[in-house]
């Protein structure tokens, strides 16, 4: 079946530590992105790629990084200097040039604690 | 609407009855709009989306109203069903892109 399989689902690290999550799509789409989520908050954008190689900073891109070494696959570091890193990452993908740009296709999101 | 905060507004509906959820937004440039359902521990799902050029949009039983003179948005869901319940974002957007700006969510909840 085509989708976004994020991974790991549930991730625990002690401070002080960089951790990455996977996020593979085979939907064939162009962009790729990564938010974050707190509790009671709307999504807020880390990082996305349009093309591969090629990644622009979000809203909230301190302390993250990224790559997009090929189509499909976008991972995301959380590194020791993101403050409060305790959160729901979502990974999502999209068309670009369709009708409807802000259709994203999400994966199931990957919780991240930091102990 | 939208709020600040853990406290995400609610709204709890009847099965069957009509369901209204709110938005609110404030960038006067943005020209195009979309609502996301997001099941618990899920990722958001696509719903309807409409452009500035539009007041009213309609999908299989959802519809979208857009006041661009209030800057408001809402998301009617008819005949709301159990699987309904769910936390509801708008997301805006200038110049029609995919860089999307979440709002922060209202909680619906389906009584049986």
């Known amino acids: 079946d085509g989708g976004i399989t994020q991974s790991p689902k549930y991730l625990f690290r002690k401070e002080g530590q960089n951790v990455t999550l996977s996020c593979e799509q085979n939907?064939?789409?162009?962009?790729m992105y990564w938010y974050r989520q707190d509790p009671g908050q709307g999504l807020r954008l880390i990082y996305y790629s349009q093309i591969v190689n090629d990644f622009q900073k979000g809203d909230i891109a301190e302390g993250y990084s990224v790559s997009r070494e090929k189509k499909e696959s976008f991972p995301l570091t959380v590194t020791s200097a993101q403050k409060n890193p305790t959160a729901f990452y979502l990974c999502a993908s999209s068309v670009l040039g369709s009708g409807s740009p802000g259709e994203l296709f999400f994966g199931e999101g990957s919780r991240l604690t930091v102990l | 609407g939208e709020s600040v905060g853990l406290h995400l507004p609610t709204l709890s509906v009847q099965e069957g009855d009509n369901s209204i959820i709110n938005c609110a937004y404030s960038?006067?440039?943005?020209?195009?709009f979309i609502w996301y359902k997001q099941e618990s521990g899920k990722g958001p799902q696509f719903i309807i989306d409409?452009?500035?050029?539009?007041d009213k949009r309609q999908g299989q039983r959802v519809t979208v109203l857009l006041n661009k003179t209030v800057k408001h948005l809402s998301l009617q869901i008819a005949a709301t069903q159990p699987g309904d319940s769910a936390v509801y974002f708008c997301a805006e957007t200038p110049g029609g892109g995919n860089k999307l700006t979440f709002g922060t969510g209202t909680q619906l909840k389906v009584e049986l």
């Open positions: 939907l064939n789409h162009d962009a």
């Open positions: 960038n006067s440039a943005s020209d195009y």
């Open positions: 409409i452009r500035s050029n539009m």
